[in-house]
């Protein structure tokens, strides 16, 4: 499980969304915070579209896997600079988790990802406090 979460990262930290996708089942589901689930690969793809677009030279690291009752927490931790289209040029680092329910075929059926979105919105705008 650590590997797959390994490359989990080195695929968000790229430039190929597609490739974020192929980690989730074919009918995987990827939730952010409170926001509507991405269902299906082309979705999750659209999800890591949008995440790549803004933070070109954005940079996930790998943290931690936690096994709960519910299922994997992988805990990573995000570091960019908002400087895609219209963006503000600031330093962004934030840390979360998501909470993975693995499917039959050993890829993600349900992710429900945890981070400070507050904080994340503020450090889009403002950067990384010192």
Known sequence: MEV???????VWSGVRPEFVA???????ALQLNESKPAE????IAKVA???MRD??????????????????EFH??????NSGHGGT?????I??????????????????GHFPTDEYNRQLEFGIEN
Not at 95 to 112: A, D, T
């Open 55 to 72: 933070l070109p030279d954005m940079v996930v690291n790998y943290d931690s896997l936690v096994t709960k009752p519910t299922g994997t």
């Open 49 to 51: 579209q949008g995440f």
């Open 40 to 43: 299906g690969r082309a979705q």
């Open 89 to 93: 040029g600031k330093k962004v680092k």
């Open 76 to 81: 990573w931790t995000l570091t960019a600079t």
């Open 22 to 28: 192929l980690f989730f089942e074919e009918n995987g």
């Open 4 to 10: 797959f979460a390994k490359s989990y990262t080195q």
């Open 95 to 112: 840390s979360g988790f998501e909470l993975w329910k693995m499917g039959e075929n050993g890829r993600i059926l349900y992710s429900q």
